[in-house]
């Protein structure tokens, strides 16, 4: 098989594992950085690895568009075009067409939309998706799903049934003696009803992971815990979790104490660039005057380079100066923040000490974030 799971340890609904990959195993629960264009963004290969990131994210509907995922395929895949010699997944494009809503068409066979970068027509859909998901060579793939705003009932009940016939279709252009492995994409929104009936139809098409869709897409907090309260017993035990797009590090400490194994999310390399950097006291940010005679690290107990070489000051002087290095060194302390996050949660599963650290972490965390907003 091209990918297996192996738990170790669990704790709870709580989960600690070995996700093997072709290109390496993969640690979890893990948190995925994301590589939108082949890159995550001012964050080199080499930085990824010194920050123990063991899998990477690419985005299917951004490299279909540029550069193209034939020229991708040509370059002997993502992995070689970008590097990165570790694991790497993809997703099916399914969110941004359907996020950029002005600009699509969606019908039962799949979506036409426009190019965002020069109005060019484009046409998408779950045999296509696939193909140029192959194209890009990624570990793990997705299935082309329709992610539809969680509260419409009306909508989501239409979505889960597009998203199913979708899965099949998906299934069948991607068989599994294929390199990549295809997970199924659960949604549902925010209604049990409809995500039993999704997760029952994905499981007897047997995907060898599954990921939950259609979340932190406008729900809120305490709707996105109670929709995986009540998802994760539909899943298969023995196969991977995904919580697509979730990276506060709040969320990721709720999600894996409700048995999600994989996240990713943009969060790291957003808030970096605007200034922001993750604490054990909450979110800070580092354009502030308080921080221009700071002679201390952003986090002391931080291993990563910008913790350990540099000071809030100079960090400050940066970011107002306007130099890439600022968003270069706090995008290096936010993953690297948010991996050390999941090394803590992993061990304390195997220590089970999930429950102590969960506790302890989130009543430092949340203490200061409402006061201190970026």
Not at 131 to 148: H, R, S, T, W, Y
Request: proline content about 7%; hydrophobic content about 40%; some cysteine.
């Amino acid at each position: 098989m091209s990918l297996y799971f192996e738990i170790i340890k669990t704790q709870g609904r709580a989960r600690a594992g070995w996700l093997h990959t072709p290109h390496g195993k993969i640690p979890t629960p893990v948190f995925a950085p994301v590589g939108t264009q082949a890159t995550v963004k001012a964050v080199p290969p080499r930085d990824l690895h010194e920050a123990q990131a063991s899998l990477i994210l690419a985005n299917t509907y951004h490299l279909h568009l540029r550069p193209g995922d034939e020229l991708v395929k040509e370059m002997g895949g993502l992995h070689r075009f970008m590097a990165w010699p570790g694991p790497i997944l993809t997703d099916s494009g399914g969110f941004q067409v359907f996020s950029l809503a002005e600009i699509n068409k969606i019908d039962d066979q799949g979506v036409t939309f426009r190019s965002h970068l020069d109005g060019s027509k484009h046409r998408l859909t779950p045999e296509s998706s696939m193909a140029i998901q192959e194209n890009l060579g990624a570990d793990i793939i997705m299935c082309f799903d329709q992610c539809p705003t969680p509260t419409d009932r009306a909508v989501v009940e239409q979505a889960v049934e597009r998203t199913s016939r979708w899965a099949l279709r998906c299934r069948e252009a991607h068989p599994d003696d294929q390199p990549q492995a295809l997970f199924g994409i659960v949604q549902g929104g925010i209604f049990e009803d409809l995500r039993a009936r999704s997760a029952a139809y994905l499981q007897t098409l047997d995907f060898p992971g599954y990921a939950i869709g259609g979340l932190a897409v406008g729900e809120t907090k305490p709707e996105m815990y109670a929709t995986l309260d009540m998802t994760e017993p539909m899943l298969p035990t023995h196969k991977p979790r995904y919580l697509m797009g979730v990276g506060e590090p709040d969320d990721l400490v709720e999600a894996v104490q409700r048995g999600v194994d994989i996240f990713d999310c943009v969060i790291p390399t957003r808030l970096a660039r605007h200034g922001a950097a993750f604490t054990p006291d909450g979110r800070i940010n580092m354009r502030k005057l308080t921080y221009a005679h700071d002679p201390n690290p952003v986090d002391a107990s931080c291993d990563c380079y910008c913790c350990q070489n540099f000071t809030c000051a100079y960090l400050r002087h940066l970011l107002k100066a306007d130099e890439i290095l600022g968003a270069y060194l706090l995008s290096v302390h936010n993953i690297r923040f948010l991996i050390r996050h999941m090394e803590a949660m992993r061990q304390a599963i195997l220590n089970d000490t999930l429950d102590e650290y969960a506790q302890a972490f989130l009543a430092r965390y949340l203490k200061t974030a409402a006061v201190q907003p970026v």
